[in-house]
């Protein structure tokens, strides 16, 4: 029996990794305050049904459906909801079916397949509303994050990168995909919480019917530019991209996107999650890199500055503690944990890094 918040759960022959729970525990926390005895969730990917069983035990909502197309783990999702008492409609079948064929439209909508999310995004846009929160999770960080490039351009029509700044990226061309879909439908996306570890990519999404906003949302994607040679980068917004040689050194400049460069958070989400855990939680130490984070598009990797500049290794906490003396913002990442953040133009960077 495996327990994981107030859930009881037998794993039969359903997918249950005990290290997702990290995302699981987010989840009921971003849900909490959240919802009310009619909200209505949809666990799209239910395998063992842990998912809906600790939304139903653990927040307000009480409307939870779960669905899913495997029949072992349609059972084990029954078996484990009965044992828990948790009452939820829940049905054999595939997301892509079920939006086809329900007038459903849920407040909530959790989609956490094997691999990535795209398959998944345009049905879900079919069962949702106006202020739906979609909680997205992509597991397919080989091809969001270059190591399968092409795959990445094919499915997610983006170019990603290959390097230190892939996994950032990768959560953007994640993002800037749903942007892309939702505004097929005519909702933009605004984006509440995004969460990075080894194997997963967690995004928290909600979204706003109408024209003007679809449109701002996929105007919010654009490109990044980024030097190897310098470390300088330039992102852009739009639909072409002006690549240029490097600004800094001349150098060319390797592109991607097209990816989402809007804010990663919304203050308030963090402070949230901030509060629901308490000092002692295992996860505490990412919820609070989540927090500090200073929310613009792309870090700098202090080991790789030092080597580009040729220099001795310094502590990141050194460059911040000197940009934040001359009055810039800077934190760390949870992208990359020599990383940080800034809006310190790149030759006071350099300078501080120098010092
Ligand atoms: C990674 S597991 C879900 C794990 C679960 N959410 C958890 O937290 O433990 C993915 C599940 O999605 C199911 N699935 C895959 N494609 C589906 C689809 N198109 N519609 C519904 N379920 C699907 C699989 O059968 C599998 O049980
Ligand atoms: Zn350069």
Not at 31 to 36: E, L, N, P, V
Not at 224 to 246: D, M, Q, T, W
Not at 324 to 334: C, D, H, I, L
Request: charged content about 25%; aromatic content about 10%; hydrophobic content about 40%.
């Amino acid at each position: 029996m495996y327990k994981e918040g107030k859930a009881r759960i037998k794993q039969g022959k359903a997918f249950l990794n005990p290290r997702a729970r990290f995302l699981r525990d987010i989840s009921v926390a971003f849900i909490a305050d959240k919802s009310t005895k009619k909200t209505k969730i949809l666990d799209a990917t239910a395998a063992t049904g842990i998912r809906g069983i600790r939304y139903y035990l653990e927040t307000n909502a009480k409307h939870i459906t779960m669905l899913d197309m495997n029949r072992s783990a349609f059972r084990s999702a029954v078996q484990n909801s009965a044992a828990n008492k948790v009452k939820a409609d829940i049905i054999s079948t595939s997301l892509q079916e079920f939006a086809n064929t329900t007038k459903e439209r849920f407040d909530f909508i959790d989609v956490d397949p094997f691999g990535g999310i795209a398959p998944y995004v345009y049905d879900a846009m079919k069962v949702s509303k106006d202020g739906t929160y979609l909680m997205l999770t992509s597991t397919d960080g080989a091809v969001l994050c270059g190591a399968h490039a092409s795959a990445c351009m094919k499915i997610y029509g983006a170019k990603p990168m290959h390097n230190e700044l892939c996994q950032e990226a990768g959560i953007r061309i994640m993002i800037g995909f749903v942007a892309g879909v939702a505004a097929q439908f005519n909702y933009g996306i605004e984006v509440l919480l995004s969460v990075w570890d080894a194997h997963y990519m967690r995004v928290f999404l909600r979204l706003k019917h109408g024209s003007a906003a679809a449109l701002a949302a996929v105007k919010s994607n654009g490109y990044l530019h980024y030097c190897r040679k310098c470390g300088f980068r330039r992102y852009e917004n739009g639909f072409i991209a002006n690549v240029s040689p490097c600004k800094e050194c001349g150098s060319p400049t390797d592109t991607a996107g097209r990816l989402w460069l809007g804010s990663l958070y919304q203050k308030n989400e963090k402070e949230n999650l901030l509060k629901h855990f308490r000092e002692d939680y295992e996860g505490i130490s990412a919820i609070k890199m989540i927090n500090e984070e200073y929310d613009v598009p792309f870090f700098y990797s202090i080991p790789i500055m030092t080597k580009i500049m040729h220099i001795q290794s310094v502590s990141p906490n050194e460059v911040i503690r000197k940009l934040k003396e001359k009055g810039f913002e800077a934190t760390r990442t949870q992208f990359d944990a020599s990383g940080i953040k800034t809006n310190a133009d790149f030759r006071t960077l350099k300078e501080c890094i120098k010092d």
